[in-house]
């Protein structure tokens, strides 16, 4: 078969096996579609194994991925919430590859169906996916970078009924309010409400956990707020 026609097969055979198995009491172990493409994850697992550094994993997951695109679409295209553990690794992999996008886009069927995450584990799907996402965006703004916001508005979206610690709830929150207020200045104060929407943010990142770190993230906001109040009045 053509690379493409392997593509639609695979997608059409985890479309099939994904509408079969139906609900959070049942797993996809069993079918042809997942069980080939567990054999490939654990292989995979192993090259990974023998990389040390974290940079090189992501690398590599960020060269892998591709191979388990068509089983993934045609999970999401007609699954029904079966405990499937390609589909979570894929979701995570996708995180350290910096495909925020994609992460997200699993994420909303994860814990829409309540998938939970491998044993190994020890967190929650909603509780990981708030963490890794918000990790990744303060990692972002200590190497002087940037991040997306709305990948951070989705994130606090996709989990906000979802339980977990508060110091991870407050890191979303953290991270959420410092990007928001990444490059605004007297003179360029972005949208209006955006800096009160960011020290709303840090507010309640500092409320959930004190020692969040969003103190003077709050202090600066709160001063910026107060520059721009007679430029917003008049």
């Given at each position: 078969?053509s690379n493409p026609c392997r593509r639609h097969f695979q997608r059409t055979t985890a479309a099939l096996a994904a509408a079969e198995a139906v609900g959070p009491e049942q797993s ?164 209006p409400g955006q800096v009160s929407a960011a020290i709303e943010l840090l507010k309640r990142a500092i409320e959930l956990n004190t020692s969040c770190g969003g103190k003077k993230d ?17």
């Amino acid at each position: 078969m053509s690379n493409p026609c392997r593509r639609h097969f695979q997608r059409t055979t985890a479309a099939l096996a994904a509408a079969e198995a139906v609900g959070p009491e049942q797993s996809m172990e069993g079918a042809n579609a997942y069980e080939l493409q567990m054999a490939q994850l654990l292989q995979d697992r192993l090259r990974l194994k023998q990389i040390q550094s974290v940079e090189g994993k992501c690398a590599l997951k960020r060269q892998l991925l591709p191979a388990y695109e068509p089983y993934v679409q045609g999970v999401i295209e007609a699954g029904r919430g079966a405990q499937d553990e390609v589909l979570t690794t894929v979701m995570l992999w996708r995180i350290d590859a910096s495909d925020f996008a994609g992460a997200l886009d699993l994420a909303a069927y994860v814990m829409e169906h309540g998938l939970l995450m491998p044993d190994r584990f020890e967190r929650t799907s909603g509780c990981l996916i708030a963490e890794e996402v918000a990790e990744a965006a303060l990692l972002a703004l200590k190497a002087g970078g940037t991040f997306d916001l709305a990948m951070l508005h989705r994130t606090v979206e996709l989990t906000h009924d979802h339980d977990m610690p508060d110091e991870a709830r407050a890191k979303l929150y953290l991270a959420t309010g410092r990007v928001t207020l990444l490059g605004l200045t007297p003179e360029q104060s972005g949208q209006p409400g955006q800096v009160s929407a960011a020290i709303e943010l840090l507010k309640r990142a500092i409320e959930l956990n004190t020692s969040c770190g969003g103190k003077k993230d709050l202090e600066g906001a709160e001063r910026l707020l107060k520059k721009i109040a007679p430029l917003i009045g008049s």
